[in-house]
């Protein structure tokens, strides 16, 4: 009989390994680029699903809570104005900018909306021992959508938003601005409590394990995508996960074309994103828009350094750095560079890391927007200009969702060999 071997193939090298140990507490690491492989959870297995569910019930009712009551309330010249998560999507959608309304309703209410019902669905049936139909297909869009819930930064987004507003009218924080930072700390609590592993072992037919030692020429193994199983592929095919159903391939396919586009339609569009006014403000008559850059010298020359230093952060370094690092990327994998492959790869996930932060900017700005409409003394209005820039971060997400970081160890290998 075959011992059973757990190995495992790194996601950003692509490296084979075995699993000898789960370290009491922390984290498995790849033993070439540093990259998390495994990592133990704070509540122990037996409790994951039961704790779990008990936090996604009321994550949900919090997400309901958030979309029913106005997040802030301002109270300007006599002129008590509100504004719900909801209200400022509508707001965009009744200004004729669709795509942007569509961007805003995704990372603040469609995607934690999928995630936690989701995961109601699945959970609550399996903490009763039964599996619902559809179970890992679902799970699969759960993870697929959790990169695009933007809670943490839509909350940030809040924050500075109140600064700006507290110095044209008195701003009173309403029950949504209380739930939503509840319901931002709920989901960051179940996704590290959640142990994944396990519950795709619970939800999808059992799988036998790969018999790593008796793998048949020409077959490759590398993990899932998705789910993280462990398949085999012969090379240039591609299979599906018969854990999640997802297409498995030894690399991402055209990942460098695909990048490479992503990138030149981010860079292209970066420069209206900047020249273009992001917000359009009307008052006594007089009409001036501010770009990303004045914005942010404005409140830097207001005494407001920190807010600008936020600003300036998210919203010029991030998307700048982000497409930087993601040319040198490209650049240095099409010329097969040997140069620090720790780095890069490092760099790479920074880029997967800082992304989302850039839409701070969209969500002060709409929020601004749907709070100060004062007809005949105030009126603000999101700018054509930050419909570029969140093109600009939509692009750049999906940038760096498509570059598969295996290929800057691909280069390596074949110098070794
Ligand atoms: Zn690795
Ligand atoms: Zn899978």
Known sequence: MTQFVPVTSCH???????????????????????ATLRKRQRVEPAKSIEHTLALVITALVLLVISNVYPIIQVDAEGHEMAATLFGCVKYLFNNEMELLAGLVFLTTIGAPLIQLSGLLYILLPVNFNWIPPFAPQLYRLVRIITSWSMLEVLMLGILVSIVKLSALSTVVPSIALWTFALLMILIAAILSDLDTEMLWEQISPKIKPIDVQNIKQGIQLTNCHNCNLLCSVSAGHETCCPRCNAVVHLRKPNSLTRCTALVIAAAVLYIPANLLPVMVVTSLGKTEGDTIISGVIYLAKTGDMPLAIILFIASICVPTIKLIILTLLLMTVHFKSQWRPIERTRLYRLTEFIGRWSMVDIFVDTLMAALIQIQGLMVIEVGIGAVAFGAVVVLTMLAAMAFDPRLIWDNMEKVNE
């Open 12 to 34: 950003d090298c692509g490296l084979l390994q075995q699993i000898s140990h789960m370290p009491e507490d922390g984290a498995v690491k790849c033993c070439r680029c540093d």
